[in-house]
């Protein structure tokens, strides 16, 4: 009797403590009677977690409690559990009474209880794990799948982890990267300073920001925006670091263009300016020696100094044109051409500057190759880069010309800010020199830039092409290799069509002089002497102003007498020659009117429109020029 009652005893303690641990679970659980599958008890966590009360669930089978209806409605669990004994489903959807959906582990197993045979279900809640297996999938898929470069290391540098993204930026692969530290992509662009700044910057626990030139696998340059974090755990210790880095390679590229686009540009103005100023010196001494050779009688020591005279005249106002050419500043008289037919059309000219021991060729594209072009401004782009070419190999080599044609889409566009969208012609001009070293390459289009010894070049040669290639709304590329030569590329917007028109360049008519009154209107001194001596040679009657404000003063005086107005376009006093004219033929329309300037005519008149039947003069200009141009504007109807 007493071990009965100790069996008693235990066993109602045993059944205590069971409780107390049914009671406190922190799953749910269900008891179900084994034949009938209905509800014996259930725990109070189930209970919170359907949000169905305990005296609902009672007696009830597991299909009729509406979170189990739709899965385990049917008797498939039930036998399941008869035969084995027990069953599982690692991820069972439920919905709660209130309508929640939840994602739990069900885990069923059969047992003896006493002389009763039940069903325990285990049922956890697995809806926060789920979440964050669904947020780091999530995460890592963005990780593997992000353009960024990304990279987590310990406290030490070492390598934890790259993406994909880090493979092909780098070209080192995952296994590669792996355990070994960041130096691997040290380009040696940045000190050792550079370095130890980003380190103190992350021990402190800071972020870092920056930009990497890096190197890749195969040595090649490459370079990164990046912002390096300290990652911490809970405790706030620093325990691993993540770096995220953007390849600017092209970005830094394309700006760089931009740059130097953008310097070319002012260099431009400057060069068009110089070009003007000079150009107006050139003209006293153009006019002042035109006059010497007028008075006759000259001995012929005179007449050979006054013919070098000239030829060095010719040969500065060759430069300022080369200059105003660069700054787009230059007449631009464009006709339809074939490229093929222009190229051929210099070929002895090439072989007069071209030494023996260079060897030309040339291939032709198939076809008319036609672009609206200046003749004589495509000849100096051949031209300088033959001679470019040419001095690139002191020891003789081989020159190529070729031409073909090109067509550029959005996507080449979006490669370089050099490219346009359409169909173009391109002239390739190739040597097998020495190359150009990469620190003169970004150089070689500025005017007055050059390599060649005092006295050998003027540095405008290339900078000319720059600007009739701009002027041309075309662009140049340049490919060069050390000891293996240059490659110029030219490209030219390429014109439809198959009519080719002839060029020819107008005839100057013979000299012949007048007796009408000229008002001539100069701000340079030494030029306004010069010309008003020509004009009297001429035999016409001269009136002088420095101005244009003193133009109108001896307009006043004389106007009853005044035929023709010569004057500068740009004055210091703030009427222009244009302003002047205009205000003098409201007075007259009679008026004749011959513009003089250092710009072209065609550049000229984007800021000074001038009227069909006004004239203009080019600085520098002749004697022969000048007395040809006046005699046509007087004698032009009005």
């Not at 189990?68 to 069972?92: A, C, K, P, T, V």
């Not at 009763?116 to 789920?130: E, G, L, P, Y």
């Not at 290339?462 to 290799?481: C, D, K, M, R, S």
């Amino acid at each position: 009797m007493p071990n009965d009652k100790k069996t008693e005893q235990a066993l109602r303690a045993s059944e205590l403590s069971y409780r107390r641990l049914f009671e406190a679970a922190q799953d749910g659980i269900l008891i179900l009677e084994a034949r009938t599958g209905r509800v014996q008890d259930a725990n109070p966590f189930l209970v919170k977690l359907l949000g169905i009360p305990l005296q609902e669930m009672l007696g009830k089978t597991v299909g009729e409690l509406s979170p189990f209806r739709d899965l385990l409605s049917n008797q498939i669990m039930l036998e399941r559990l008869q035969q084995n004994g027990y069953i599982r489903y690692e991820d069972l959807p439920l919905e709660t009474k209130d309508g929640r959906r939840i994602a739990v582990e069900f885990v069923s197993n059969v047992y003896q209880s006493g002389d009763d045979t039940v069903i325990q279900c285990n049922i956890r809640d697995i809806t926060a794990r789920k979440k964050a297996e669904a947020s780091n999938t999530r995460l890592a898929m963005a990780v593997e799948q992000a353009a960024e470069t990304i990279m987590i290391t310990d406290t030490r540098g070492v390598i934890l982890y790259v993406n994909p993204a880090f493979e092909k930026t780098s070209g080192y692969s995952e296994t590669e990267a792996l355990g070994r530290q960041p130096r691997i992509l040290k380009s040696d662009k940045q000190d050792d300073a550079f370095y130890r700044n980003l380190w103190a910057s992350l021990e402190r626990g800071e972020r870092w920001e920056g930009h990497f030139i890096n190197r890749r696998k195969d040595a090649t340059l490459y370079e990164e925006d990046a912002t390096i974090s300290p990652v911490r755990d809970t405790a706030g210790t620093i325990v691993n670091y993540v770096a995220i880095k953007r390849d600017v390679t092209r970005e830094v590229q394309l700006e760089a263009q931009f740059r130097q686009a953008q310097k070319m540009e002012a260099i431009g103005q400057l060069a068009g300016g110089v070009a003007h100023d000079f150009n107006n010196l050139l003209a006293v001494i153009q006019m002042q020696t035109d006059l010497l050779g007028f008075a006759g009688d000259l001995s012929q020591a005179q007449a050979q100094s006054i013919k070098e005279i000239v030829t060095c005249v010719d040969r500065a106002t060759d430069l300022t044109r080369q200059l105003l050419l660069f700054s787009r500043r230059e007449a631009f008289q464009p006709v339809p051409l074939d490229l093929n037919e222009a190229i051929q059309s210099t070929i002895n000219m090439l072989k007069r500057i071209i030494r023996e021991d260079v060897e030309m060729q040339f291939t032709f594209a198939a076809g008319p190759l036609l672009l609206l072009a200046d003749p004589g401004m495509l000849n100096q782009i051949l031209l300088n880069l033959a001679v470019n070419a040419r001095d690139a190999m002191p020891q003789g080599g081989r020159l190529l010309i070729e031409t073909s044609t090109a067509d550029f889409d959005d996507l080449a566009v979006a490669q370089s800010v050099k490219v346009q969208i359409g169909a173009f012609v391109c002239l390739s001009v190739s040597d097998t020199g020495c190359g150009i070293a990469p620190d003169i390459l970004p150089h070689i289009f500025e005017p007055f830039f050059t390599t060649k010894a005092v006295g050998k070049g003027t540095g405008l040669g290339l900078a000319t092409v720059f600007g009739i290639v701009q002027q041309h709304q075309g662009w140049a590329n340049v490919y060069t290799e050390a000891d293996r030569g240059t490659m110029f590329r030219i490209y030219l917007p390429r014109l439809a069509g198959e009519a080719v028109a002839e060029y020819a360049p107008a005839l100057l008519q013979p000299l012949r002089g007048g007796t009408e009154t000229v008002l001539l209107v100069e701000d340079e001194p030494a030029l306004r002497l010069a010309v008003g001596k020509a004009l009297s040679q001429l035999g016409y009657h001269i009136l002088e102003a420095a101005s244009g404000i003193k133009a109108l003063a001896v307009w006043r005086q004389h106007q009853q007498n005044i035929h023709l107005l010569l004057t500068d376009l740009v004055m210091p006093d703030g009427l222009s020659g244009k302003d002047l004219a205009d205000l003098l033929l409201k007075e007259n329309p009679a008026l004749k009117v011959v513009y003089m300037s250092g710009y072209s005519a065609e550049v000229v008149d984007k800021d000074f429109p001038i009227q069909e039947r006004i004239h203009f003069l080019n600085k520098p200009f002749s004697l022969k020029q000048l007395a040809q141009i006046l005699r046509t504007c007087v004698e032009t109807p009005a």
